[in-house]
């Protein structure tokens, strides 16, 4: 059984830098997978919207690969872009990134802070609170100000704008955890507790420790109501091939 | 000026049906565009994801069209699909048909029902009921199981199904007012609500009146923070066209 | 057919000032009517209980009168006073200011301020914000502390304190949309919008698309629950006269 | 010291049957007061209304007079019509038998149910919960169908009528305590509760020793906010005698 | 009848000027009991959860005493430690003091502050707000950093270091009404409220008028649900003498 | 490092059962401890109360131990009593198994029923659901009035009232998971699952999953406010032992 890890945006050094903290993390395989379609990185709805057919692409070739036997999905970007969509499509459990991290910051942590990058996405994040029942547990919402892109590689000067940005979160929040908000932190979150001497969640990480035990408690999902298989109709144009064979 | 009205499925049929509808509303012009990109029907959490793109396209053109001139979009879907990312690419008004038909819901019934058509939508417009502050306001959520496709066409037995179905709804939810869920149904709410006796909302016509009021008071979105325009960045593969021009 | 607007405070020149806004943003007919009972302005919780027998007495009166085809009513206070004793009354829509002007609000930016005029109106304002599911659309609530009776009539000073207050409001929230929060303000929301670059609401304009909307979407209320003409029984007192006929 | 309580509608006898109760409860003076305007009983929001101005000028006289030394209002219908514009009114404390039934129900049972008189009258309860923040306290809203005038005299079908609607409110929502909605229910607290085994709570009496307990702690309002005085302003036609000395 | 007032702390000091203050505002006997197990001040939720045995103890020695008659019980201390286990065991109303003071503050302001002693206790005091409904009604919630034991004999530093909290409170909260947030204040109450000019409201005093009131009224719980007698089954090791007598 | 399970009740053959189905979940080392003081069985609030000082006992006694490393402690009863408590004690990471199957339940399944013992216990669960943010993911709460004792030991008599309550749960709420309200159901969760073709939750194993998840992350909470340890003070009483040394 192998994890399965989809980076929604385009950029293939995000999704190595995504790999290789998950694989850390995880007991089992991890499948690493980049989308081939949208933006190289998800700062806004319309990027989201964009990138979510490659996304769900994806998962369809996984689901469809006799090869592949997949224990879940993590879908490693903090909007959580198509996370409804790709638990219709999928067999096994499917997790979003920010799922994943708010429910485990909150299992440490009385109010956690979120830092994230750009400040246009505050109301994605915003959103996603509110649908985990996040609202009160969550301190508040911060961004960096740093682009996705910027993440993409290790710095130091990056590091430091981050750390200073978390810093000022806990802070202003008198909160005694940190949420990062984005996929390209994901291999900050170790060195930033050890300075900041609070819990500091990534939710790729996160991610794959839950999916890991949902797989060891034996639990999918019942493809009932609205997770069952989308119905068979006949798609045009560019996502043609996503048509149910059946349809 | 002139109304942009898209339906975001590839349905034709559909479309003359929702642009009739429409067009008997507006006192301007109304320009019924339909998606070339994704499923014939949206009915569920996939159907829209892939229905998206196809209909940001369409924005994207009309924005590009300056033999254009869009005073308001209109997203011809119940489930509003990509409603926030239509509104970072338009410079002018977008509503969702949901939206429209939930706000004027309010304004003429205490509490309204809703009817839609097949009970795997209802957590999608459940969703919107909370984003628009609605929850309250609406008395039930109903499905009356027909497909989508089924409202493609005029015909008895489909509008003897809703009748039925949208009695039931007043009844059990003592409710003083019906919302239709779903844009085939525009052209059967005057007819329903004759036979009811209470006022029956459809969006398709209730986002052209609101846009239009927008229109005649003169407001136009400021494109500040989540709804400023998407930043400038390659987008790969099926959409690449969708890059602006300055990425 | 025509549209009623009333003033329920006492103040001719505010009628006039209203009625001429109302003018220019309707299609049909406007009847400009001003209470004859209660305070001149409304400030505060009393003020608005006095002006509510007198503002139930015009729409009594127009109820009764054969020579006026009535098509929806509309309350010029920001307080909504009487919206559900009205709805009573009334044959057809009735609309308070505030209303019309939230749910405007909400569909042309993500979220706005309010700026009203003294403070000791805000829990108002407040109430009305739940009452209408827009409290998570509303960015904040401000007091410019201009009396009501200082915007009978146009003045240079008071537009640059009103615009001064709105500058602010739009700041501290980060807010995208500006919602103004009395009917003596109604004239000045293009002029505040053309300065601000925000979209600035005023209720009196938009409840006048609003209603002229319903009508045209043939949209009347079901007199259902507690929407049903009130019971017959005897009124004692200075409000005798509305005592029903068959009482 | 004495407490004033004021019965909103017009109805004579109706006073005569609150007062006995009240005084039963109290420890020190009532003086029992009905209103001269508006309708003979309150089942609607207009006839709550018409009933605020004749409460208000009640509060008005017992503020203007010298030989009274008033501890306290309230006011004695289930709507808590006028409390927010009494408490302008008045210098010491004003409560609504809704207001105090809810908090001293709260106080006494896990989850209690509300029976009052007509179905129409309903969304004013509804309301009231929502502002003393009952909602989760309240397990059901119920009405026995019986208008208000029923109970301005003492009858045994009434009494059944009651019993009956209380114990299928306490079947079928499991709640372990019930809240009279309607003054003129107040004698029948105490029988009911001897047959029905659990508290049954009534607004009069409750807010009665509510009051009472106020004064003994010393507490009185602080008259900030929307709290302060009306402002001094002229009021016009059938209440101007209302306006203050200073306008 | 006598009230029976719980310090679940073991402060004796602290006791007596519980009592005292009760005393001063009851019509009837106040019997003062102390616990004989757990911390000498309540500053904590393990603070609590070691009080709570202790408390319960002595609810059931009174309950078991035939030589009282209890009209209620009070526990003194702002965390209401224990309030739900109580209800189970009495026979009688059982009220928290924070319950009565957050009540009693809500009918005689519009939102009140709340001071209390160390920031450690805010999220116990915030979630009793959310338990008795009254997030809305409460303006903030501020900690004087006094710990518990300061507050067991009278002192002029102690009340000035309240009273400049106090002061903090109204003017960044713009309230109109104080909660004290310790049995320890019980007796500061009238003398801040004289010196601030609004009401400030003590948790005991207000219990105490509270439960006289339900005796007044003749209300007692239903022991249904929740707060049925607890069952009877074996207790081990501490508290193995409050086993029922038929387990 | 050990993972420290602590049933809070005082009954061996509970201690036995869920100590085994946490050995099958866990990576790692168990140690199952039971509580030395308080009730043979969890079923009201008293039960509770009662049960946690033995609780927090034995996590002084972990504590203090120099030759356990612990990673994490997990509170086996689904009301997860003195869990705030137990985190101001601990050093390491604290969770309720109410707490861990809620969590684990909302990222599998859409909207979960929850199936407990005895109806009594059903508000103590409410509660939790509020606390964990856990409202909109609960589709019911059922009592299947088993009593806790009744799970001791296996009993094929048990399973089929057990079942049958889970799948009557799923009927009336159409929801698609299963959450198990009871410590000694955590050895029939795959059982039913097989049967029902859904997910069905556990929260003993769910919770030794995810603190092993959160040893595996590194994550330690922050001990800052009201997770801080307790503060030093004198303990009198039967829990006098529990006093800290510095005190």
Chains 1, 2, 3, 4, 5, 6 share one sequence.
Not at 148 to 177: K, M, N, P
């Amino acid at each position: 059984m192998t994890l399965v890890i989809i980076n929604p945006n385009t950029s293939t050094p995000m999704s190595e830098r995504i790999g290789a903290s998950a694989r850390r993390a995880a007991h089992g395989d991890v499948h690493m997978l980049t989308s081939r379609h949208g933006p190289a990185s998800l700062e806004g709805h319309m990027d989201e919207a964009l990138a979510v057919p490659g996304l769900l692409e994806r998962i369809h070739e996984c689901e469809q690969d006799d090869s592949l036997a997949v224990s879940g999905y993590l879908i490693a970007c903090f909007g959580d872009p198509g996370l409804a969509a790709a638990r219709e499509l999928a067999s096994v459990p499917v997790l979003g990134m920010a799922e994943a991290g708010m429910h485990m910051a909150s299992l440490v942590s009385a109010r956690y802070s979120i830092v994230t990058t750009l400040a246009r996405t505050l109301p994605i994040a915003e959103r996603l609170l509110g649908e985990y029942g996040q609202r009160e547990h969550c301190a508040g919402l911060h961004a960096c100000e740093l682009p996705v892109a910027a993440l993409e590689e290790e710095s130091d000067a990056i590091y430091r704008t981050l750390l200073e940005a978390c810093r000022q979160a806990l802070d202003s929040d008198a909160s005694d955890g940190l949420l990062l908000g984005c996929a390209g932190m994901t291999d900050l979150a170790t060195r930033l507790g050890d300075t900041l001497g609070v819990p500091v969640i990534d939710g790729v990480t996160a991610g794959v420790t839950l999916l890991e035990s949902l797989e060891r408690l034996g639990l999918t999902p019942a493809k009932h109501h609205d997770r069952a298989l989308p119905l068979a109709k006949p798609i045009a144009g560019a996502f043609a091939h996503l048509t149910r064979s059946d349809a």
